[in-house]
């Protein structure tokens, strides 16, 4: 969805000014997609609104193009190309060569020489898309998202990975932070510089070198979560060190290499991944950044309330043949938009339905058809070819991702 605000240039203010989102926060979808060694990560708002930071590497292009597009969204409101390292910006290059309408560009502003890099200019340039430079005390408006840059700092170091982009990427009171390829020098600067750094969530620089993700850097950030982006390289990455480290600062890890693509939702109060929910997050201070921020005091949120999704029918016994007309009807009655991915629907035999990636808004209902068909907002399709659901007697058992029985549903009464 193109958005006015970026359409022609990037709406850019400065840290501090109207951060929170006069629409209230939504949901949003943050996706580190496995792209093997290199970052690339997807930030979907609720309203269609889309950035693609990074591409991982050449390679991992159409990997990258080819997610977006399952994903069924229609452009890319914002790019922003970290630095110019080949695991980085190889896969943009399919990016910028698919269908993708892409509305504004934004950099690290470093002039790059390498042949990926010069590549990715000359494709940049047929689209007519110059990259806006980003610098530390920006803010730009992603809608539902607020992306505070971080760095690099107003005097470049010149070092392409000191210069990274570092972006802050606040959602109501969940912030999850970028860091690019950082290492513990521009660490140090960015705790110097009183840069609002907590954050609930924080993407490990660096693929997790050992150069990188120090412990006071970890103390000032105090993530919940850390998602490492790496696959196979021959740096080591990530090391132990760092993953010692990350250990220590209670952070739990997630990898794509150990893993795949890695998804995050927040609701702007709390944020869960499809492996867990994370119910305890750092009250943030959003709106002045000009003095030092107070020291946080962590909240311990009571357990957050059993999904209020309910199996409301079964249309076992359907006029005509039985797999063609068979469905569960489900409807979610909380309040909240609640993600079904990877929960199970099954009978009485045992037969299991896992749900793919799948939200279900509040008050909305989704169908699970035994046959196959074209998954949609309102209908899943289990796409077997004999029926499930006993004519003269059966249960159905709705089961979140961690096999927590969420809703039973018997027939005949
Ligand atoms: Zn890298």
Partial sequence: MGRILLAATLLIASIGTSIVSAQGPGWIRVAFINVGQGDSIWL?????????????????????????????????????????????????????????????????????????????????????????????????????????????????????????????????????????????????????????????????????????????????????????????????????????RLAASGAQILRTDQIGTIILYSDGNSFWTAQATYAVFLPLILREFSSPPPTPTPITLPSPPPPQVRITHIEYNPPGDDVQGEYVEIQNQGENTQALTNWTLSDQAGNTFTFPEFLIGSGQFVKVWTKAGSNDSQNLYWGRNQAVWNNDGDCAYLKDHNGGLISTYCYPP
């Fill in 44 to 244: 979907h708002g609720e309203d269609q609104y889309d950035v693609l930071i990074d591409g991982g590497r050449l390679a991992a292009g159409p990997t990258v193009v080819a997610y977006l597009q399952n994903q069924g969204i229609d452009d890319l409101d914002l790019l922003i190309i970290t630095h110019s390292d080949s695991d980085h910006i190889g896969g943009l290059v399919s990016v910028l060569r698919s269908t993708y309408t892409i509305e504004a560009v934004a950099d690290n502003g470093l002039p790059c020489s390498t042949s990926i890099c010069q590549t990715l200019t000359a494709e940049l340039v047929k689209r007519g898309l110059t990259p806006t430079p980003l610098v530390a005390g920006q803010s730009l408006n992603a809608v539902l998202i607020n992306l505070q840059v971080l760095n690099p700092q107003p005097i470049l170091s010149g070092d392409d990975n000191e210069d990274s982009v570092v972006i802050r990427a606040v959602h109501g009171q969940i912030a999850i932070l970028l860091t690019g390829d950082i290492s513990t020098t521009a660490e140090t600067t960015l705790m110097a510089n009183d840069l609002p750094l907590q954050a609930q969530v924080l993407k490990v620089a660096h693929h997790g070198s050992k150069y990188s993700t120090g412990e006071n850097f970890l103390a000032t950030v105090q993530p919940t979560l850390a998602v490492i982006s790496v696959g196979d390289n021959s740096y080591g990455h990530p090391a132990p060190e760092t993953l010692d």
